[in-house]
């Protein structure tokens, strides 16, 4: 990676720490994703300025307008990941030239059609870490080791998380 980019995401990283460390309300957050439905099972989702589109394929009874749930879950760990990486290999001066990152993840299918006793999510989920860089590895172990700890989609995998549902029931047009 080039000096600039490595400098600027060392001077963003470290400039939001110094504000989380000194207010930090400022690093509280909710983040708010809305999505709807477009036709089928075909949905958008909305956050800000960025919209991402889902659908199932069509041997689940979609369109493939767009890739499903499920790898979208993927990429964002993975990306988390990579992204990650590369923050906190900027940070503590370890230069990185690559990173990759590969998610194996394991489920049955049968749970997200009811069957008893097997959950609809993931038994087990794998990534493989391949890392481009000149530095000693025990330098690059410790920016993964890092980088692995502070990952808020990791973190999702990790740690059980409250999940509170709140439902409308509108007439259709209201």
Same mark, same amino acid.
């Not at 958008?44 to 991402?52: C, N, Q, S, T, V």
């Not at 767009?66 to 879950?73: A, K, L, Q, S, T």
């Not at 530095?135 to 995998?157: K, L, Q, T, Y």
């Given at each position: 990676?080039?000096?600039?980019? /490595?400098?600027?995401?060392?001077?963003?990283?470290? =400039?939001?720490?110094?504000?989380?460390?000194?207010?930090? $309300? @400022?690093?509280?957050? /909710?983040?708010?994703? /809305?999505?709807?439905?477009? +036709?089928? %099972?075909?949905?958008?989702?909305?956050?800000?300025?960025?919209? %991402?589109?889902?659908? $199932?394929?069509?041997?689940?009874?979609? /369109?493939? &307008?767009?890739?499903?749930?499920?790898?979208? @879950?993927? &990429?964002?760990? &993975?990306?988390?990941?990579?992204?990650?990486? @590369?923050?906190?290999?900027?940070?503590?001066? !370890?230069?990185?030239?690559? *990173?990759? !990152?590969?998610?194996?993840?394991?489920?049955?299918?049968?749970?997200?059609?009811?069957?008893?006793?097997?959950?609809?999510?993931?038994?087990?989920?794998?990534?493989? *870490? =391949?890392?481009?860089?000149?530095?000693?590895?025990? +330098?690059?172990?410790? !920016?993964?080791?890092?980088?692995? #700890? $502070?990952?808020?989609?990791?973190?999702?995998? =990790? #740690?059980?998380?409250? %999940? !509170? =549902?709140?439902?409308? @029931?509108?007439?259709?047009? $209201?």
């Amino acid at each position: 990676m080039n000096p600039e980019t /490595t400098g600027r995401i060392k001077t963003a990283w470290e =400039r939001n720490g110094r504000a989380i460390e000194l207010r930090p $309300a @400022v690093g509280q957050k /909710t983040a708010i994703t /809305t999505s709807r439905l477009i +036709d089928g %099972l075909h949905v958008e989702a909305e956050e800000g300025r960025w919209k %991402l589109s889902c659908d $199932a394929s069509e041997k689940s009874g979609g /369109t493939a &307008a767009g890739p499903d749930p499920g790898f979208v @879950v993927r &990429a964002a760990l &993975a990306n988390c990941f990579a992204m990650g990486y @590369v923050t906190w290999a900027a940070h503590l001066g !370890v230069p990185i030239e690559g *990173v990759e !990152v590969e998610i194996h993840a394991d489920f049955d299918a049968r749970g997200q059609h009811g069957a008893d006793g097997i959950p609809p999510g993931y038994s087990e989920i794998r990534y493989h *870490v =391949r890392i481009q860089s000149n530095a000693p590895e025990g +330098d690059v172990r410790r !920016v993964v080791d890092h980088a692995d #700890r $502070a990952s808020m989609v990791g973190d999702v995998f =990790r #740690r059980a998380h409250t %999940l !509170v =549902r709140h439902l409308t @029931v509108a007439k259709p047009g $209201a």
